[in-house]
């Protein structure tokens, strides 16, 4: 079954090199949900999300002839959807890089719902440092080792492992202080 | 109670994009398409015969347009070479001119004082100036005696 993705994403990917449209349509809506997520967790704002994600497809069709695999590809996407999405914050003047402990925390509130926590963590995430924000991205909705958010960020290994460690203590301290209770024990 | 890392999970799952999402990169698609054709239709700017077609073993290609503004812009800067230098000899004959004007009006003026030093000599010598009437002053020509009679304002 995945040998036959591949091969139809395979296909997929040789149309789309030779012209074919349609083909780059499939293409699109395979990945579309990948590379909106990245940019809406990173930019937190849906509309400048979705111009990153267009952006990032256009990027791909113009260098479809550069692309070797469907595995190539969806790194290429991830890397050009990071790129794309840190250039959007520096345009807007937002990718000033704080300390994490600096990182704001969100105000405790009376229900503690699943979504209401997710709401927290999410706000939380988006609160981080933009490198920190994107590796714990790549790490928790995308489920990348850390060799591949490496290469995916263009930083060395050992700069993902501490960034990533130190990212995920800062939120867990964050939320336990927001949530008034040590709910998350230190892995 | 879950871990963090699965309530990250959780927080940070994918979203679909809003409706017609796809639809709107293929428009962008096609439109970078199109404009990929028209560009590769329309014609390359013809080359200038004349010039080699490589330099130094690199392969050069100069169009007429190009040609053709290097050449107004160096027409220009001759034009307006050749009008400063016109403009510093016109200057310095206007210049000559003026100091040739200014030398025969100081001999005329040389000669004229001459002739006036030596008729004053002339009658000098006769003794004839001892004759010639005092004109005094009239009252009436300087109606003031002086800055003495100009009352000052009381301090």
Redo the contacts between chains.
């Keep these: 079954m995945k040998d036959q993705t591949r091969e139809s994403q395979n296909a997929a990917l040789a149309r789309a090199a030779a012209g074919d449209?349609a083909a780059?349509?499939e293409i699109?809506?395979a990945h579309?949900?990948?590379v909106?997520?990245v940019a809406?967790?990173f930019l937190r704002d849906?509309g400048r999300?979705?111009e990153i994600?267009?952006e990032a497809?256009?990027r791909l069709?113009?260098n479809l002839d550069r692309i070797e695999s469907p595995e190539h590809m969806v790194q290429w996407l991830r890397k050009v959807t990071w790129r794309c999405a840190i250039d959007e914050l520096r345009r807007a003047g937002r990718g000033k890089e704080t300390p994490l402990e600096d990182v704001a925390e969100p105000a405790a509130q009376e229900r503690r719902g699943?979504v209401l926590?997710?709401?927290r963590?999410?706000k939380l995430?988006g609160s981080l440092p933009p490198r920190a924000r994107m590796m714990?991205?790549l790490r928790?909705?995308e489920d990348l080792d850390l060799a591949e958010i490496a290469k995916t960020m263009d930083v060395p290994l050992n700069t993902v492992k501490s960034g990533l460690a130190r990212a995920?203590g800062v939120?867990?301290q964050k939320?336990n202080r927001v949530l008034g209770e040590v709910?998350?024990e230190t892995? | 109670?879950k871990?963090?890392?699965d309530?990250?999970?959780?927080?940070?799952?994918?979203?679909?994009?809003?409706p017609g999402?796809?639809g709107?990169?293929?428009a962008?698609?096609?439109q970078?398409?199109e404009d990929r054709v028209r560009i590769a239709a329309k014609p390359a700017p013809r080359r200038a015969p004349w010039l080699p077609s490589s330099w130094f073993g690199r392969r050069v290609s100069v169009s007429f347009g190009a040609v053709a503004a290097l050449a107004a812009v160096v027409l220009l800067a001759i034009g307006v070479a050749v009008w400063q230098q016109h403009r510093i000899v016109q200057e310095r004959r206007e210049g000559e001119a003026a100091r040739a004007q200014l030398i025969e009006a100081l001999r005329l003026t040389s000669s004229k004082l001459n002739h006036v030093r030596t008729k004053v000599r002339s009658v000098t010598d006769d003794g004839a100036l001892d004759h010639a009437p005092n004109r005094h002053r009239s009252s009436s020509e300087f109606p003031f005696d002086g800055p003495q009679s100009v009352a000052l304002p009381a301090a």
Aim: charged share 25%; proline share 6%.
């Design positions: 449209t780059f349509e699109v809506r579309q949900s990948m909106f997520s809406c967790h849906p999300a979705e994600a267009q497809f256009l069709y113009q699943d926590l997710e709401g963590l999410w995430v714990v991205i928790y909705q995920v939120l867990r939320l709910k998350y892995a | 109670m871990p963090l890392e309530e990250l999970r959780n927080a940070l799952k994918r979203r679909e994009p809003p999402f796809s709107r990169v293929m962008r698609v096609e970078l398409a």
